[in-house]
Antibody, heavy 127, light 107 residues
Framework: EVQLVESGGGLVQPGGSLRLSCTASGFIFSNYWMTWVRQAPGKGLEWVAN????????YYVDSVKGRFTISRDNAKRSLYLQMNGLRVEDTAVYFC????????????????????WGQGTLVTVSS | AIQMTQSPSSLSASVGDRVTITCRASQGIRTDLGWYQQKPGRAPKLLIYGASTLQTGVPSRFSGSGSGTSFTLTISSLQPEDFATYYCLQDYNYPRTFGQGTKVEIK
């Protein structure tokens, strides 16, 4: 079964750190871009970061730049999000998602398509 | 960052209704847009990518259209399992940005 399972969430004080993990099964992990998306309680979705198949390229939303680091270990089929300097506003459910980055022959464009998602892990930042 | 604005924010509809949700981008994004469905307590589900390509396994009552700055998601005949919140997402540039969501409720 194609699956992503997140772990590592929990309660942390402001300024603290947490490392989220996302373990893949049922597909060749190293063939896909991977993404983190978060959702604050009762709010909408927010794209956080992504990383290329080989781990050599990544992007972040401005609000986490310099505090969060996305990484991957293809041998362990795992994606990570190291979160430092946590703030109350980082409180959210964090989802990892697979991105096949589909290529369209007609347009010549690559499209994101987050086709497989984990169940999410809750991060609560509070004193 | 590109701002994505969905309308309406919520709507009430009946089973069998035709439903249209609009997503507007603050600048042109070609056809670099996806649509996602989310039910309470669940992860989002991909419906459409590239503005109009239906993801494998998604019912054909869902369709997407548009390019540039204006996009629509249409559900041709609303089914009970379609009551959910829908989000658009631009993947034209970084950071990727979602619309604020449209909640589809039972009338």
């Amino acid at each position: 079964e194609v699956q992503l399972v997140e772990s590592g969430g929990g309660l942390v004080q402001p300024g603290g750190s947490l490392r989220l993990s996302c373990t893949a099964s049922g597909f060749i992990f190293s063939n896909y871009w991977m993404t983190w998306v978060r959702q604050a309680p009762g709010k909408g979705l927010e794209w956080v970061a992504n990383i290329r198949e080989d781990g050599g390229l990544n992007y972040y939303v401005d609000s986490v730049k310099g505090r969060f680091t996305i990484s991957r270990d293809n041998a362990k089929r795992s994606l990570y999000l190291q979160m430092n300097g946590l703030r109350v506003e980082d409180t959210a459910v964090y989802f990892c998602a697979r991105d096949p980055s589909y290529y369209d022959d007609d347009s010549g464009y690559y499209y994101d398509a987050f086709d497989i998602w984990g169940q999410g892990t809750l991060v609560t930042v509070s004193s | 960052a590109i701002q994505m604005t969905q309308s309406p924010s919520s709507l009430s509809a009946s089973v069998g209704d035709r439903v249209t949700i609009t997503c507007r981008a603050s600048q042109g994004i070609r056809t670099d847009l996806g649509w996602y469905q989310q039910k309470p307590g669940r992860a989002p589900k991909l419906l459409i990518y590239g503005a109009s390509t239906l993801q494998t396994g998604v019912p054909s009552r869902f369709s997407g259209s548009g390019s540039g700055t204006s996009f629509t998601l249409t559900i041709s005949s609303l089914q009970p399992e379609d009551f959910a919140t829908y989000y658009c997402l631009q993947d034209y540039n970084y950071p990727r940005t979602f619309g604020q969501g449209t909640k589809v409720e039972i009338k």
